[in-house]
């Protein structure tokens, strides 16, 4: 794995020279895990002229989900507490000689910016823009494993809590039930915050569990993911709670299960992202639904759980083969409830069998 975030420092390297930068500065916790292996808090990454180094505002506490660092990476603890990494690590470039740094300044406060700027005031700053989240955007192999893994305990999770009895219980219990099934079956956590959400409350995306208890006759969607060695991916299906389907829920699924299709199957190489968003949506305008629509389909999963590329009606660019996204589609009725179909995909070509479905969670509308 070392080589692996190795080859990975040496990419960014060269864009940085490639614009006259000799050293850069990584602070986004995300983009520091993606070069190094690792993310403890608060922790910045100076890419310099000589060795690599992880500056930490406390020694690595080892906790798995921090991860581990990378061997050819030198971890430096800063003597006290309450230092800057960030800081630190701009003053140790400067006494390397370092005349222009590349910085992210996309993350960075205006406060670090001028603090930067104060401790190596002949050092020019510039900006590496989100150079690190281009590289970050097509998978390769070991993250896309990772996130098999995930959603095979996003899966595992979500299928215990349906063998259980629901009637009478809370969303937010629910929720709680479900994190520590995914911490059991091998989850650093969950990859988001768990939505339970039950009757008037059902198709709302990310909706915040609360005190109201599960009834007979409700809908129930559920949305969920696990955080495995830092990569997250997503799930959400919706069920019906103890009797058979009224009519209206059946003819509301089946609309959000169509949508969802259809932008399951749009998923290509070479396909524009607004494209994915516009087959959805469209399916849920024409039925009448396009007032309470959100702002995306779906978007990307890998280090963070809402990474590019946006599935959205603005979106510019297409999509490349092995790209993690989910398709999300989801319909909220006010005072009665709704549906929310969501899966974790990797864009594939067409030779390699098209889009690889990493949720496999029955999409069956069932009655439990």
């Not at 660092?69 to 390397?96: E, F, H, T, Y």
């Not at 569990?209 to 993911?225: A, K, M, S």
Request: aromatic fraction near 2%; include cysteine; glycine fraction near 10%.
């Amino acid at each position: 794995m070392s080589e692996l975030y190795a080859v990975r420092r040496t990419r960014l390297r060269d864009r940085c020279a490639a614009t006259g930068s000799c050293a850069a500065l990584i602070s986004r916790p995300a983009n520091v895990r993606y070069l190094t292996g690792c993310t403890p808090p608060g922790a910045a990454l100076l890419l310099g002229p000589g060795d690599d180094v992880l500056l930490c505002g406390r020694p690595l506490s080892g906790d798995p989900s921090e991860g581990r660092p990378s061997d050819d990476v030198r971890i430096s603890v800063l003597p006290s507490r309450g230092g800057d990494p960030v800081v630190a690590a701009a003053d140790l470039a400067a006494k390397q000689g370092v005349r222009t740094l590349a910085v992210e300044e996309h993350h960075l406060t205006v406060s670090r910016h001028r603090a930067l700027a104060q401790v190596a005031p002949q050092m020019r700053l510039t900006d590496l823009a989100c150079a690190v989240e281009a590289q970050r955007l097509v998978k390769d192999d070991d993250e896309i494993a990772c996130l098999r893994i995930a959603a095979e305990i996003s899966d595992q999770a979500l299928g215990e809590l349906l063998e259980s009895i629901l009637v009478g219980r809370t969303e937010r219990h629910l929720a709680l039930e479900l994190e520590r099934r995914l911490v059991d079956h091998g989850a650093d956590g969950p990859a988001f915050a768990t939505s339970v959400a039950t009757g008037p409350n059902s198709g709302r995306a990310r909706h915040l569990p609360t005190d109201r208890r599960v009834e007979e006759g409700d809908f129930l969607t559920v949305g969920l993911g696990a955080n495995y060695r830092g990569y997250r991916c997503e799930i959400g299906r919706t069920f019906v709670i103890g009797t058979t389907p009224a009519d209206w829920q059946i003819e509301l699924y089946d609309l959000v299960f169509a949508a969802q299709k259809a932008g399951r199957e749009a998923l290509a190489p070479g396909v524009e992202c607004r494209e994915v968003d516009r087959v959805t949506r469209h399916l849920l305008e024409t039925a009448g639904h396009g007032e309470g629509l959100g702002p995306w389909t779906g978007h990307g999963v890998g280090l963070e759980i809402d990474e590019d590329p946006q599935l959205a009606p603005a979106a510019m660019g297409k999509l490349d083969a092995c790209v993690p996204v989910t398709v999300e589609p989801g319909v909220h009725i006010p005072g009665r409830g709704g549906v929310r179909i969501d899966d974790t995909l990797v864009v594939r070509p067409e030779a390699d069998g098209g889009p690889e479905l990493l949720t496999i969670t029955t999409k069956e509308l069932l009655a439990l």
